[in-house]
């Protein structure tokens, strides 16, 4: 498997957990490196359950939500589904006002959550 460096990729079971290191997600440069690697990852992988831990993200910019939004089409395409999970107050509050929880996204609370959401 490929060496990323803006995540980590763990697995629970058959889910396959990406953490992302990043504490904002603001930086346009940093922000590319990161579609640029989960884009390869999603591509390499086509994997079926996955889930994005954010718990260490303050902060996320639209341009990282835009990435997002990306990264769920490109798991769909392949008939996988992509869960979030551990969003900081603001971070999911982001979601919400863009009226993104609960339409594009499943968000869950805990890792946990999200992972026993897929049997």
Known sequence: MADYQRFDIRT???VTILDIKAKELSE????EQLRDELMAFVKT???????L????????????????INVRK??????????LCELQTNVRMAFKVLNLEGTLF??????AEAVSAFD
């Not at 992988?45 to 889930?51: F, G, Y």
């Not at 831990?53 to 997002?68: R, T, Y």
């Not at 499943?106 to 890792?111: G, H």
Request: cysteine-free.
């Open 53 to 68: 831990s954010l718990k260490g993200v303050e902060f996320m910019g639209s341009n990282a939500i835009g990435i997002l």
């Open 12 to 14: 629970s079971n058959d």
């Open 28 to 31: 346009l440069d940093y922000q």
């Open 106 to 111: 499943k968000i869950f609370a805990t890792e």
């Open 45 to 51: 992988t086509n994997p079926q359950k996955l889930v």
């Open 74 to 83: 490109a798991v769909d395409v392949h008939g996988g589904r992509l869960y």
